[in-house]
């Protein structure tokens, strides 16, 4: 007999609603939301502004918004964009 495919539930920690602080709310709002909205809201100004390397689609090039977001740093790759969330939220 075959094995019925398990469903996957959402981690209730990601749904939870979280407080940006003034450097994250600059970019997506001063609202608690859950973390996969932030990020969301993230890749959607980062789209909507052109700030993905073009020869590295990897790479966030950083404006003027998301500069304080990533320490002071020029660029910062898709991967480190969590780490840097998380240290804006509450």
């Known amino acids: ?6 469903t996957r539930k959402a981690n209730p920690a ?14 997506v709002g001063n609202t ?5 909205a932030i990020t969301k809201k993230i890749w959607d100004y980062i789209k909507k502004n052109d700030l993905q390397d073009p020869k590295n ?16 740093a020029k660029s910062a790759t898709m991967f480190e964009l ?8 509450k």
């Open 82 to 89: 969590t780490k840097y969330v998380s240290q804006h939220v």
């Open 57 to 72: 689609k990897r790479n966030i090039n950083a404006d003027d918004k998301l500069k304080p977001l990533f320490g002071g």
């Open 14 to 27: 990601l749904m939870k609603p979280v407080q940006p602080d003034a450097v994250l709310a600059a970019v």
């Open 1 to 6: 007999m075959a094995k019925k495919a398990a």
């Open 32 to 36: 608690a939301q859950p973390r996969s």
